[in-house]
C-alpha cells in the first residue's frame, strides 16, 4: 500500500495563476483532509470531505476550492495564486469522523511569487 | 485556538525514557488527547491517543491524570529517529484536528 500520495511534490507559482494539488489514498478511507503549514507553525485544515460527493470548510478555507473526485482522490485548488498561500500543503485520509487516526501524504512544497 | 500547552523544546538523551508533557485544563468529557509527530519535513504521523485511562503501544505510553486536565507522552527509549516535533491535540467527534506549535523534541547520543 502507497497510503496516501500527493502530486506535484515541489511547485513554483507566479502571483495570478492558479493550479490544482492532487490527493490520492489507497486505504479505502471515508474521509479526506487538506492541511497548510507555514513555517515554524503547526498544521491548519483548509478543507475536509467527510465522504464521496461532501465537502467542508475548515479554518482557514479562503482562496481554496476542493472537488472529492471519488473516494480514492481529493483535489485542491487555488485559482488564483497569492504570496500568502506560499506554504507546504498535507493531503490526510482517515477511516471516518469519529475518533480515527489521520493519515498523511508527504506534502507538497508551494511556493507563489 | 489550540486547546493545549506544551513546551517548546526538550532534549533526551538516546537510550533514556522522553517525558513530554501537555497541558489541557479547559478539555470537556468527549475529547480525546491525541498525539502526532513531525519528523522533519514529512507528514505527521500517529502515535496515540485516549480518553481518560492510560494507554501504551508499541511506540510509546499516554498517561493521563484523574482530573484529564493534563497529559505526558512517554517514549521509552528514545533514538535519534525520535527527534521531532510532538503535537498534543485535543480531539472531538468531527476528527478535525487542531496542531499547535507543539514541542521539539531533541534526542541526542
Known amino acids: 500500500n502507497a497510503g496516501v500520495t500527493q502530486t506535484p511534490k515541489f511547485q513554483v507559482l507566479k502571483t495570478g495563476q492558479s493550479m490544482t494539488l492532487q490527493c490520492a489514498q489507497d486505504?479505502?478511507?471515508?474521509?479526506m483532509y487538506w492541511y497548510r503549514q507555514d513555517p515554524g507553525m503547526g498544521l491548519r485544515l483548509i478543507y475536509y470531505?467527510?465522504?464521496?460527493?461532501?465537502?467542508d470548510k475548515g479554518e482557514v478555507p479562503n482562496g481554496y476550492n476542493v472537488s472529492r473526485l471519488n473516494k480514492r482522490e481529493f483535489s485542491l485548488r487555488l485559482e488564483s495564486a497569492a504570496p500568502s498561500q506560499t506554504s507546504v500543503y498535507f493531503c490526510?485520509?482517515?477511516?471516518?469522523?469519529?475518533?480515527?487516526?489521520?493519515?498523511f501524504g508527504p506534502g507538497t512544497r508551494l511556493t507563489v511569487l | 485556538d489550540a486547546k493545549t500547552t506544551q513546551p517548546p523544546s526538550m532534549d533526551c538523551a538516546e537510550g533514556r525514557a522522553a517525558n513530554l508533557p501537555c497541558n489541557h485544563s479547559?478539555?470537556?468529557?468527549?475529547?480525546?488527547v491525541y498525539w502526532y509527530r513531525q519528523i522533519h519535513s514529512q507528514g505527521p504521523q500517529y502515535i496515540i491517543h485516549?480518553?481518560?485511562n492510560n494507554e501504551t503501544n508499541e511506540m510509546a505510553s499516554l498517561i493521563i491524570t484523574e482530573d484529564r486536565k493534563s497529559s505526558t507522552l512517554i517514549l521509552p527509549h528514545a533514538t535519534l529517529r525520535d527527534t521531532a516535533v510532538y503535537y498534543c491535540?485535543?480531539?472531538?467527534?468531527?476528527?478535525?484536528?487542531?496542531f499547535g506549535a507543539g514541542t521539539i523534541l531533541r534526542v541526542k547520543s
Open positions: 470531505s467527510a465522504s464521496e460527493g461532501t465537502t
Open positions: 485516549g480518553l481518560k
Open positions: 479547559t478539555i470537556s468529557g468527549n475529547e480525546y
Open positions: 490526510a485520509s482517515s477511516d471516518g469522523l469519529a475518533y480515527n487516526e489521520q493519515f
Open positions: 486505504m479505502n478511507h471515508n474521509s
Open positions: 491535540i485535543l480531539m472531538e467527534y468531527g476528527n478535525k484536528l487542531v
